[in-house]
């Protein structure tokens, strides 16, 4: 079964249906199913990102800005006759 990650709204309280607990305020994945999708509907929780699905992406993106930056200056230093040994005549 599809799972979703719900955090309840500030002020409000899910309980699980399954164990009767209530919602972490830090969120938690849950079966995407009526029950659940209906307290997004009623505004009890809001669908979110995992912290930690959330830092690997933030990480995953500075990585290819990374690897962009470095192309860049690679390829700007191929049009550039001096940083390649090769003077230009004047």
């Known amino acids: 079964m599809e799972k979703i990650f719900v955090k309840p709204v500030e002020g409000k309280r899910c309980k699980d249906p399954r164990s009767n607990l209530v919602l972490p305020e830090r969120g938690k994945h849950v079966p995407k199913n009526s029950y659940?999708?209906?307290r997004v509907s009623d505004g009890d929780c809001l669908l979110a990102e995992d912290d930690h699905v959330v830092a690997k992406k933030k990480?995953?993106?500075s990585k290819k800005s990374d690897m962009v930056v470095e192309s860049d200056l690679l390829s700007s230093d191929l049009m550039n006759p001096i940083t390649h040994g090769?003077?230009?005549?004047l």
């Open 36 to 38: 659940w999708l209906r």
């Open 59 to 61: 990480a995953k993106r």
């Open 86 to 89: 090769m003077e230009a005549d």
